[in-house]
């Protein structure tokens, strides 16, 4: 039972234009978001977060957006660029769960130039 | 500058060997993670580590072993009992605030290639 579901495998996009990503979860339990940017044969590295108290955080052209109620989450990037062609997890975490983090399958994304 | 250091980077082993993956870490980080990277599966968790001389199994435990003697050190032994070793191995820590939100750290990752 995928409890983080990332149900586009592949995007592409053109350079200057918004790129957005979508996660869904099942668990209501999950109450912290991550979102992960992996290149190829290396570690994935952590892009943006949000608590489950908020429905938005911003960090320069990285925007994460949270609807509880329909267990929702995406990442908006604009203006997309060539360097953010690589792969995104959204993750999630819940209180009392060792804070161990749920991954999705992934997104590959490509900006085209 | 603090981090995590995966070694080695690219493994090829025979069928029926086992090999031990190397993960040193020096961020002063309690918990520690091997993940498993299969193509379009995401990350799949082995083993993780909150203390010195304990660790609990993941959910893809069967196949693999770890030891955890010091606090830097978490080794992975993938063993000749894993049916499907070929994988991108992921070393990962939690400290500071990734306690409170579950961030984690990840190494640069050790491909395994069984031939």
């Known amino acids: 039972d995928q409890q983080v579901k990332q149900n586009s495998p592949s995007l592409s996009v053109q350079e200057g234009r918004i790129s957005i990503l979508n996660c869904d979860y099942t668990n209501s339990m999950f109450d912290y978001f991550l979102w992960y940017k992996k290149y190829p044969a290396e570690g994935p590295t952590f892009l943006i977060s949000?608590?489950?108290?908020?429905d938005k955080n911003e960090d320069g052209r990285f925007t994460v957006f949270l609807n509880k109620s329909a267990k929702h989450l995406s990442l908006h990037i604009v203006p997309s660029q060539p360097g953010d062609s690589a792969v995104y997890f959204c993750?999630?975490?819940?209180?009392?769960?060792?804070?161990?983090?749920?991954f999705g399958s992934g997104t590959q994304l490509t900006v085209l130039p | 500058d603090g981090g995590i250091t995966q070694s080695p980077k690219y493994l090829f082993r025979k069928e029926g060997q086992n090999v031990t993956l190397s993960c040193e870490q020096n961020?002063?980080?309690?918990?520690m993670y091997w993940y498993r990277q299969d193509p379009g599966q995401g990350l799949r968790l082995i083993y993780y580590?909150?203390?010195?001389?304990?660790?609990q199994k993941g959910d893809i435990a069967e196949g693999y072993s770890v030891s955890r003697e010091k606090k830097e050190s978490f080794p992975l032994t993938v063993t000749s009992a894993q049916k499907n070793p070929t994988a991108f191995y992921l070393c990962?820590?939690?400290?500071?605030?990734?306690?409170?939100?579950?961030?984690?750290?990840f190494g640069e990752g050790s491909r395994l290639t069984v031939l």
């Open positions: 949000i608590s489950s108290i908020k």
């Open positions: 961020l002063n980080h309690d918990a």
């Open positions: 990962a820590s939690m400290g500071g605030r990734g306690q409170d939100t579950g961030e984690l750290f």
């Open positions: 993750a999630a975490s819940a209180t009392g769960s060792a804070r161990q983090l749920t």
């Open positions: 580590s909150q203390i010195v001389n304990d660790f």
